[in-house]
């Protein structure tokens, strides 16, 4: 912060009152946060139960996690994983062996899994990932949020518009050929011991 901004933001705290109140609201700004996203997940959840994919069932995890498995699957099975981070498409490797799954996505036909996001990594139970990459018109962060806190904002403020996206990203995942490979995915790599 520059210096001729904190003498602003100094002056505006002119008494003990003010100063109080913006002390409480930062000591809760992590319950705004989680409020926000709620919002952002019940929009999610209830659009997706009117009009998801017919294939896939939907759960919320948590205040904010969302994931996407295929209809008769186990919900740790693959599965889209939406969180204030971003999106990945994700397994269990409680459910899942991870050799297993690691081993045949090295085939080409696995390679489309790979590029239906805007690929930001992936690790050995993540076979991608995408990092905060959301659009608001003329914001400044031109898709590269660099922190959940002001993201959370969006999920509060611009609510439908920040559904929209995540939701337009899930169905680019769930076309019918990589639901079909989700689908081989889950088959071939299952655990013997998990139903």
């Known amino acids: 912060m520059n210096e001729e901004l904190l003498q602003k933001a100094m002056q505006m705290f002119d008494t003990p009152e003010k100063w109080n109140a ?16 709620k919002n952002l997940q019940t929009e999610i959840y209830q659009r997706e139960l009117s009009t998801g994919n017919p ?12 994931k996407w498995f295929m209809r008769g699957e186990n ?5 889209i994983y939406f969180r204030a981070d971003g999106l990945r498409i994700y397994f269990n490797n409680n459910y899942l062996d991870v050799d297993k799954v690691n081993d045949l996505i090295k085939d080409q036909r696995f390679n489309i899994i790979k590029t239906c996001l805007e690929f ?4 050995s139970n993540t076979i991608c990932w995408e990092e905060r990459r959301f659009y608001f018109g003329n914001d400044t962060y031109k898709g590269k949020f660099r922190d959940d806190r002001t993201l959370a904002w969006y999920a509060g403020n611009r609510t439908k518009e920040f559904a929209d996206q ?3 990203k899930v169905r680019k995942i769930q076309i019918p050929e990589i639901t079909a490979l989700f689908k081989e995915i889950n088959e071939k790599c299952r655990k013997d011991n998990t139903v």
Do not use: A, P, Y
């Open 166 to 168: 995540v939701i337009e």
């Open 55 to 66: 294939d896939w069932d939907i759960k919320i995890w948590n205040f904010i996690e969302i």
């Open 120 to 123: 930001d990594g992936s690790d």
């Open 22 to 37: 913006f002390c409480e609201l930062m000591n809760r700004n992590g319950e705004i946060q989680n409020r926000w996203w």
């Open 75 to 79: 919900e740790s099975s693959l599965l």
